[in-house]
């Protein structure tokens, strides 16, 4: 088989939130099919008519165009929903080659005659010979002997016995296929060639290679990449890890940092180096390097690389990556507490925020904030009217109040509102009552941003102007009554 026609598929179900492992999945597809010059197909696989909707389709592919997998890089969508007369001419086919056979079994008899709820099934209707009717299930009948060996690139060929792989069901008493069948006959419809996905479906994949042979084709050759698990090696799960893409979005993770940091769970590319640019990952990318170890999600480590990232780019870049804080869309706190996601406005009136304001100190900003919505602390200072003081900041940095006074009169005798000058006489004050400019500075810090970190303190008084600085110090000095 030539490399060019390599076809893989990325094969979401439409009934959540787009999991950081769908990402990588996504990616690792993506990168597979542009590195061999073939195509990657998007499969919405909405067979489950309860959970699947239309909105969690447009999540998908807002959150692939997100990740940088635009239309215009895969075939499709195509639904899954929409094949259903070919998982139904399989299923038939399967019925007519005697590979599958009808069974009217409940769970109960099944029960009943092994003597355990855990049994298999035991093969009861394999020579019964019933015909279809409704009620009746359709059973795969797996071989009796030989193994069966799934060539997978990153686990080498586990192998299966096929006397342990019980007559699955491939249709139900209703006659709609189930998963496994229609994720097969998809795949064969769409001349799949490699199947790339997560951990979790390798156990389906013997069965999914029976059926594949069954149906008269050659099976695919199979990706099973590691799972995802937390610090505490546990399974990531939606009930109990940070697993929403959305989520990572809405904090202020930029997608480049996201696509590089997914990459390298299970991989890294060559030269003792992570942080890469995305070509070098499109270029030295090989799934039979992927490790098969359980691999370690760390935001910690993935919020390190976003800072990175963010300081890699030119502030130009910076400015309009900070733009959805700063000036929306926003969805209210109801909206985002239904839908789990989405940012909420800023503290400050809407026509309060200034882009030049923002311009002035977004390179101070830039080189500070590990994500993209800590710009709002740290920024809001400048455009509310009045900022509320952090009650623990300020009991702290109240304790050298008694320099306000003085500072307010210097700074009303400046003859130019510049960041050094502002300094200078800070420091005079400072020196005149003993303090070194780290405590100096503190309350004022406090006064006029709330809060004791932040941008550096002068720059900021600068672009926060005479007046409302001098306001703000004055509000302070008769709260602490100097
Ligand atoms: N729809 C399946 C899932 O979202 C994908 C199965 C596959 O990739 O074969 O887990």
């Known amino acids: 088989m030539s490399d060019s026609a390599i076809r893989v598929r990325f094969a979401p179900s439409p009934t959540g939130m787009f999991h950081v492992g769908n990402a990588r999945s996504l990616l690792l597809n993506s990168v597979v099919a542009r590195q061999s010059g073939g195509t990657l197909v998007l499969r919405i696989e909405d067979t489950d008519a309860e959970r699947s909707r239309p909105e969690w389709t447009e999540g998908i592919i807002r959150a692939m165009a997100w990740l940088g997998v635009g239309p215009d890089d895969y ?12 998982h139904a001419k399989a299923a038939l086919q399967l019925f007519d080659t005697g590979r599958a056979y009808y069974c009217d079994c409940t769970r109960e008899d099944v ?106 084709h050659r099976p695919p050759t199979w990706a099973h990449t590691p799972i995802l698990v937390n ?31 997914l990459m390298l769970l299970g991989w890294a590319p060559s030269g003792d180096r992570e942080i890469v640019p995305w070509s070098v990952i499109e270029e030295e990318f090989r799934l039979d390097q992927v490790n098969s170890a359980p691999a370690f ?55 309060a925020y200034d882009p030049a304001v923002f311009a002035a100190v977004a390179p101070l900003a830039q080189t500070r904030i590990g994500l993209l919505a800590e710009i709002v602390p740290n920024v809001d200072f400048l455009f509310l009217d009045t900022v509320e003081m952090d009650a623990a900041s300020w009991a702290k940095a109240s304790k050298d109040a008694r320099v306000l006074g003085d500072v307010i009169a210097a700074f009303e005798a400046l003859p130019t509102w510049d960041a050094e000058q502002l300094k200078t006489a800070l420091l005079t004050v400072g020196e005149a009552h003993g303090l070194k400019l780290g405590k100096a500075q503190a309350p004022v810090r406090v006064a006029v941003t709330g809060r004791s970190v932040g941008l550096p303190l002068f720059e900021s008084l600068e672009v926060l102007g005479r007046a409302r600085t001098l306001n703000r110090l004055r509000a302070a000095a008769e709260l602490a009554a100097v």
């Not at 890890?241 to 480049?256: Q, S, W």
């Not at 910690?300 to 804080?325: H, M, Q």
């Open 297 to 351: 999600f760390d935001v910690k480590k993935l919020t390190a690389f976003n800072g990175e990232y963010i300081r890699a780019l030119s502030v130009e870049d910076f400015v309009e990556a900070c733009a959805p804080w700063l000036i929306g869309p926003f969805v209210t706190a109801e909206q985002k507490a239904e839908a789990g996601f989405g940012i909420t406005k800023p503290p400050w009136q809407s026509d």
């Open 111 to 216: 029960q009943a005659r092994s003597g355990s709820q855990y049994a298999g099934y035991d093969g009861y209707c394999r020579s019964r010979d019933l015909a279809a009717a409704d009620g009746r299930a359709l059973r795969f009948r797996t071989p009796d002997e030989g193994e069966t060996v799934v060539h997978d690139l990153v686990r080498g060929e586990p192998t299966f016995e096929n006397k342990l792989i019980e007559d699955f069901v491939i249709a139900r008493g209703n006659g709609s296929p189930v998963f496994l069948l229609a994720n097969v006959v998809d795949d064969v419809t769409m001349g799949i060639t490699h199947v790339i996905r997560a951990e979790e479906h390798l156990p389906n994949a013997p069965k999914q290679q029976l059926l594949w042979e069954a149906l008269g």
């Open 231 to 261: 610090e505490r090696r546990q399974k990531l799960s939606k009930r109990r890890d940070k697993v929403a893409l959305e989520m990572y979005r809405d904090e202020g993770f930029l997608a480049a940092a996201m696509r590089n940091y």
């Open 75 to 86: 075939e499709g969508p195509l639904l899954q929903s929409e094949y259903a007369a070919e």
